[in-house]
């Protein structure tokens, strides 16, 4: 079991900047999670994805963002025109769809830390 | 809509001596809770989680966490502290939607001193 891996770890980027984080879920999971946390906050929820189909969206997620998980594998969570609110820790979590959604616990990544300059 | 609540910002307590997190929920109907831990510069770890029947639960690193519906509380707890146990800890609810979307708590730093 490796885990859920992210890329970069941390990412520095320049306002107005468009920048793609990418999530690797544990294999056999189908569910997968992308959050957004800020210093001294808890995560908040960004985009689902059961499979390949994003199932939710957050308000959060403006429309200067888009997630996608082509064949229900990897993730990619792309940011364009980057701003200084965008500064955050952003994390992945995939869950395994033996269960209902809610009964089984999330595995996180160690989160791709951005900084918009 | 569901919430959960972490009173304390900061807890401090010494190598050895018990310790207690304190989580109070808002959540319609029967909740299922969660407690994650957040090392520096690192994920998320999932700890333990209440779903059904008795009301204490055992996790992972020898914590454990009572759910009382009465107080609408699920304190994590542990008997004797260690320094390694210092971290940043997070209660959760998930919603019981076709998403099990997460909602945590604001976080509490948990300090132990040597």
């Known amino acids: 079991d490796t885990g859920v891996s992210q890329n970069p770890r941390h990412k520095i980027t320049k306002r107005g900047q468009n920048v793609t984080f990418r999530c690797d879920p544990i294999?056999?999971?189908?569910?997968l999670y992308w959050y957004r946390q800020t210093l001294g906050q808890g995560p908040e929820f960004l985009t689902y994805?059961?499979?390949?189909?994003?199932?939710?969206k957050s308000r959060l997620l403006s429309d200067r963002f888009s997630a996608e998980r082509p064949k229900g594998s990897f993730s990619t969570l792309e940011i364009q025109r980057t701003e200084q609110g965008d500064s955050a820790m952003y994390l992945c979590?995939?869950?395994?769809?033996?269960?209902?959604?809610?009964?089984?616990?999330?595995?996180f990544g160690p989160g791709t830390r951005l900084t918009v300059l | 809509a569901q919430s959960v609540a972490q009173p304390e910002d900061q807890v401090n307590v010494a190598e050895g001596n018990p310790l207690t997190v304190k989580c109070t929920y808002s959540v319609s109907g029967n909740p299922y809770l969660f407690w994650y831990v957040q090392y520096p510069n690192r994920g998320l770890q999932f700890l333990l989680k209440y779903i059904t029947g008795d009301n204490l639960v055992k996790g992972s690193y020898g914590f454990e966490a009572e759910f009382n519906k009465s107080q609408t509380s699920f304190h994590l707890k542990k008997p004797s502290a260690l320094v390694s146990d210092s971290a940043l800890y997070f209660c959760a609810v998930p919603l019981k939607s076709n998403t099990g979307k997460l909602i945590f708590g604001q976080g509490t730093t948990l300090q132990v001193k040597p």
């Open positions: 979590a995939s869950s395994s769809g033996t269960s209902g959604p809610a009964y089984n616990e999330q595995f």
């Open positions: 994805f059961q499979n390949e189909a994003q199932l939710e």
């Open positions: 294999s056999e999971h189908n569910r």
